[in-house]
């Protein structure tokens, strides 16, 4: 063993300024805090508005700002640009997520702040990278009807977003794949870089494999909901009590084992089902009979003879129900945070293991400003002058 302390999280040593709201931004910062940066949340007097989400919303903030700071700045002031270009200073990556100039106007650029300091790093999410679009006002929703998710999503005639902020969070996390790439970049230079994350790049990724099937075999592909499947057994059954649940058999083998399990020896002798592509050209005739063979077992009983036989299978899961999943409380995939007015909850964790284990949660969402005084002292503000700040509406603390 080396008698080198290593840091426990490998972001350790890196600070992090981030002005941010909604999600794109912040899950840049969330994946950066878990993995050990210190990230500060640069908010305006009385908070980010993301905290005061309504409906869809209300779980923005619990989600993607556990592990960082709060500092609260009105940026309208020439002292509250100041005391942000002192944290910048001390800073290794600047996080932004505001519309095209409003970093700018402030003097939060990327060419201003290089100035000051050419080992920065700058990360800036947007809704469109450099052209055409890019001063067009994006939304998750928006781009994915224009980048085909929505298409792809939806039965024919009826476009439908995918249900959740799927474009934002993985915005955010290219965002932070981004500040990583450009900080080895640095170990190499000495210098730092600026990182562009884009909702409508993200997304048109997103459905790159579609772009791809129809420029291998000429074909548009259709959306999900009415594809050909490439396996006759692959779909949602309703069962027992309204049930629901999916169920596959996606090879020979398995198509044996399944009947065998569920005793239909006269499907498996069946020469017109020999083979799965025999089977997918028989669905028509076959999937009603086995609705109709299934329909009377309630979905745990089939799910426990699936799982028995290594079948693959799932439950039809809603959200709210992970909070009890037995796996996710086995792995520990599931902290406890504490929600805006005090409850306590439980939130997913980064989906990857270091060392064997999910990065955990280390400081909880912060309030309006929980850190300002002590990051104010840590850049040279005196007392008097924090003080002071806060008299003039300038900063506020807890």
Known sequence: MSSHATPRLPY?????V???????????????????????????????????????????????????KSIALDL???????????????????????????????????????????????????????GPYEHRTALDEVVQMMGGLAYM????????????????IMGGMFGAMGAMAALAQR??????????????????????????????????AAPMPSRISAWAIYDVFTVKGGEQIFLAVVSDKQW??????????????????????????????????????????SAAELAAVFEREGLPFAPITRPEQLFDDPHLAA????????????????VPLAPFTLGGAQPGIRLQPPAVGEHTDALLRGVGYSDDEIAALKARQITQGD
């Open 76 to 130: 309208k002031q020439p002292e509250g640009i100041e005391a942000a270009l002192r944290l910048i200073d001390s800073a290794d990556i600047v996080s932004e997520n505001f519309k095209a100039g409003v970093m700018q106007k402030l003097g939060l650029d990327y060419a201003t702040l290089k100035q000051r300091n050419p080992r920065l790093i700058y990360v800036s999410h947007k809704g469109f990278l450099p």
């Open 256 to 297: 044996g084992i399944f009947c065998r399990a569920f005793g239909l020896a006269e499907l498996l002798a069946d020469p017109r089902l020999a083979t799965n592509n025999d089977r997918v050209q028989a669905r028509d005739w076959l999937m009603p009979q086995l609705r109709s063979h299934l329909a009377d077992r």
């Open 153 to 168: 999503t939806g039965r024919p005639g009826d476009p439908l977003r995918a249900g959740a902020s799927v474009n934002d």
């Open 12 to 16: 350790e040593h890196i600070r992090v």
């Open 187 to 220: 170990e190499q230079t000495g210098e730092g870089t600026e990182v562009q994350a884009s909702l409508f790049e993200n997304n048109v990724f997103l459905v790159g494999q579609h772009m791809m099937q129809y420029a291998a075999t000429g074909r548009a």
């Open 18 to 68: 981030e002005f941010t709201h909604m999600v794109m931004g912040p899950t840049c910062g969330m994946l950066l805090a878990d993995l050990g940066a210190e990230v500060i949340k640069v908010e305006p007097m009385g908070g980010d508005s993301t905290r005061r989400l309504l409906g869809s919303g209300a779980g923005f903030f619990p989600m993607f700002n556990r592990n960082k």
């Open 331 to 346: 792995t520990g995939g599931l902290a406890s945070i504490t929600l805006e007015d005090g409850r306590e909850s439980k």
